[in-house]
């Protein structure tokens, strides 16, 4: 079965450092990524999603992350942070491998990003 | 483009009552899906729809949830009897069909208190 982990509930960060969300994933086949941010009292949105290919994906909002199949990773990162990015980020993943159209959530890590 | 709708945005009943959620996807996103967010924990996926088809409602409630999606557009979702562990936000999601693997959009929720 797949599953999605996010080891960190909270994640604190000075405005100009670089951030770093954490996101394990574990599917039977090879899997597709999906990172989204939720801001209070509004839906998630999409920030950027991997497939395939190069294993640094870029997003909206100057965000990146980087897929490491060997470590069944894709952490969110950005370089400089700003006050703006504070918010619960969400990694979901989608197991290719079984066909499955299901989207399977973390719990999400809140993004507190200090001025 | 206009966004993913919902209504009602808050709603409060008592346990024991029923409750529908409506949902009207962006144009054009064959696929919707409800999911349900319990306060701290990600998203979890109710039932997917493929146009009017249901894909996925394994983790459906099928007790006392029901969804409909009549004639592949605006969808319900309904709880009847409410429980006090049904008070979540209930999201919909849509997004676009086909070979590739799209991301989903998100509407603002509808955040129910069973009390």
């Known amino acids: 079965a797949q599953s999605v982990a996010q080891p960190e509930d909270q994640v604190n960060v000075a405005e100009g450092n670089p951030l770093t969300v954490k996101c394990t994933y574990s599917v039977s086949g090879n899997p597709y990524l999906f990172w989204y941010v939720q801001y209070p009292n509004r839906g998630l949105q999409f920030l950027l999603k991997?497939?395939?290919?190069?294993?640094l994906v870029k997003g909206s909002y100057g965000f990146e992350a980087e897929f490491n199949k060997s470590q069944t990773s894709f952490h969110l990162k950005k370089p400089s942070a700003l006050v703006s990015d504070s918010a619960l980020y969400f990694c979901a993943v989608r197991d290719r491998g079984t066909g499955g159209f299901k989207t399977i959530f973390g719990a999400g890590t809140r993004l507190f990003v200090k001025a | 483009e206009a966004g993913v709708a919902q209504s009602p945005r808050y709603k409060i009943i008592e346990k024991r009552q029923s409750v529908a959620f409506w949902c009207n996807p962006i144009s054009g996103h064959a696929t919707l899906y409800w999911y349900q967010q319990i306060l701290g924990q990600g998203p979890k996926l109710l039932i997917q729809?493929?146009?009017?088809?249901?894909?996925?409602d394994s983790q459906l409630p099928k007790d006392r949830f029901s969804a409909e999606r009549l004639k592949g557009v605006d969808s319900t979702l309904k709880i009847q009897p409410a429980k006090l562990e049904d008070s979540a936000v209930y999201l919909c999601?849509?997004?676009?069909?086909?070979?590739?693997?799209?991301?989903?959009?998100f509407g603002p929720g509808t955040r129910l208190t069973v009390t």
């Open positions: 999601a849509s997004s676009f069909p086909g070979q590739g693997v799209y991301e989903q959009y």
């Open positions: 729809f493929q146009n009017n088809g249901v894909v996925d």
């Open positions: 991997y497939i395939t290919g190069d294993n």
